[in-house]
């Protein structure tokens, strides 16, 4: 399950984010959290696993009929295909007449994960 980014998960969402090696920086991190709680383009949303705890956070950059996946961290006891393609499910969800694209990083990982639905 995704839930929308609040104040109320900053430090969870820094922790997440801090996973990423180019937001290792205090600062940096900061500045990214920033540009998502005052950028209504950009959209932070917390992943939620079976057992009801948050396990990840996917950011998306929003524009017309796109929505480009930025990145995805998970705890690293969640990291796995199968995880990555359930919080890609599930935003799927939230934009389903969107087309879904990834940044330069994420793009082989979108791929996949569009392949595996057609396959099934």
Do not use: C
Request: aromatic letters at 10%; charged letters at 20%.
């Amino acid at each position: 399950m995704l839930v929308k980014y609040s104040d109320n998960y900053q430090k969870i969402v820094m922790g997440f984010m801090s996973y990423i090696p180019e937001l290792k920086d205090l600062d940096h991190l900061k500045m990214e959290l920033r540009l998502y709680t005052t950028d209504d383009k950009h959209q932070l949303l917390l992943y939620k696993n079976g057992s009801g705890n948050f396990s990840g956070i996917i950011a998306l950059e929003i524009q017309q009929q796109i929505v480009m996946v930025r990145y995805i961290s998970l705890s690293p006891s969640e990291r796995s295909t199968n995880n990555i393609f359930q919080v890609l499910d599930e935003m799927q969800k939230y934009y389903q007449q969107a087309t879904i694209m990834g940044s330069i990083e994420i793009t082989p990982l979108i791929l996949a994960w569009k392949q595996s639905k057609r396959a099934n």
